[in-house]
């Protein structure tokens, strides 16, 4: 698919194909290579959010876990007469 584009600052240009020849790329190849990263940035938001907050739960989960053992090790200890040392 083809996509012009008008209007375009000459220093913008400028800077575009400087970036470009520094990386080895023609223009439309450094524009079309951006172009396509930008189309999938949202959705790669997207899931390192997710990848975030699954994270925090099963930290969450964790401490939890790690809360209740601490009970039943007292609670056993409560039990044969040990010491909480």
């Known amino acids: 698919m083809e996509i012009k584009v008008r209007n375009v ?3 913008a240009v400028s800077k575009v ?6 990386k080895g790329l023609s223009r439309q190849a450094f524009l079309k290579e951006h172009i396509e990263t930008l ?4 959705e790669v938001a997207k899931q390192e959010q997710a990848i975030d907050d699954l994270y925090d739960r099963t930290i969450e ?3 939890r ?4 053992m601490t ?3 007292r609670t056993f ?6 010491d909480d040392e």
């Not at 200890?77 to 040990?82: D, H, M, S």
């Open 9 to 11: 600052c000459p220093i």
């Open 17 to 22: 194909d400087r970036l470009a020849k520094e």
């Open 39 to 42: 189309s999938i940035m949202e």
């Open 61 to 63: 989960t964790m401490q």
């Open 65 to 68: 876990c790690s809360d209740a």
């Open 71 to 73: 009970n039943m090790d």
């Open 77 to 82: 200890n409560k039990l044969f007469g040990e």
